[in-house]
């Protein structure tokens, strides 16, 4: 679908997927991740100028492997949005970015919320190759925790083989400010009201960056419901 310039791949209901693509202009993918075991593996080209946007939601119960492979091939734009929640099955996301060329931007975000026991993991490459000049990359990753129970890991590595570059990453893990959950809750709120608000306002973040009108109504018919 084009649609103002832009080319758009859309996954309304992403169970289980495995594709490759190759991306020579502006261009957005957006899913909803749901299914009781999610397995999806892509692999990417990204092409001389080309620019790349990926929004990926997945806010149900439910196993989930999903890996992401960007190549970039010249002066390109990648970024990366990750936003999940998990309870009491094991999710992990791994997303590699490749800059082999001079002059390419990449920023990789995955934010995550576990209300459970589950093993939560975000892995995040970033590479930059020997000589690829003024590349300017950037990595985040936070999990928040719900529980005693819950078992997460952020990861981002950094793999920079050239100076002249920029390069940063940042990692969180913790449990919800102590702070915040007092505010929240000294408005009335008991403590899972206070957690349920907390949590769709983390993915509200992402929900703006969105531009596929039927995902969007998904994503908050799911933080409605989110408790």
């Known amino acids: 679908m084009i649609s103002d310039g832009v080319n758009s791949i859309v996954f309304s209901s992403l169970k289980s997927n495995t594709d490759h693509f190759t991306v020579n202009s502006l261009t957005r993918i957006e899913g909803f991740i749901e299914g009781d075991n999610a397995k999806i593996n892509w692999d990417i080209e990204v092409e001389e100028n080309a620019k790349l946007d990926i929004i990926l939601f997945d806010l149900f119960e439910g196993a989930r492997e ?82 005693s129970k819950s078992r997460s890991t952020v990861s981002p590595k950094l793999l920079v083989g050239e100076n002249d570059v920029k390069a940063s990453h940042g990692a969180v893990v913790g449990f919800i400010d102590s702070k915040t959950l007092f505010y929240l809750m000294s408005r009335g709120l008991s403590t899972e009201q206070a957690l349920s608000l907390y949590a769709k306002g983390s993915f509200m973040t992402f929900v703006d960056i969105l531009s596929d009108e039927g995902i969007k109504c998904k994503v908050e018919e799911a933080l409605g419901v989110l408790k």
């Open 66 to 147: 999903v890996e992401i492979n960007v190549s970039a091939k010249g002066k390109t734009d990648v970024k990366v949005y990750v936003a999940s929640l998990a309870d009491n099955m094991n999710k992990h996301f791994n997303i590699k970015v490749y800059n082999n060329f001079g002059y390419a931007k990449s920023l990789v975000k995955m934010y995550g919320l576990n209300k459970g026991s589950a093993k939560f993991l975000f892995d995040g490459t970033t590479s930059v190759k020997k000589g690829a000049k003024k590349c300017d990359v950037r990595q985040d990753g936070r999990i928040i925790n719900f529980s």
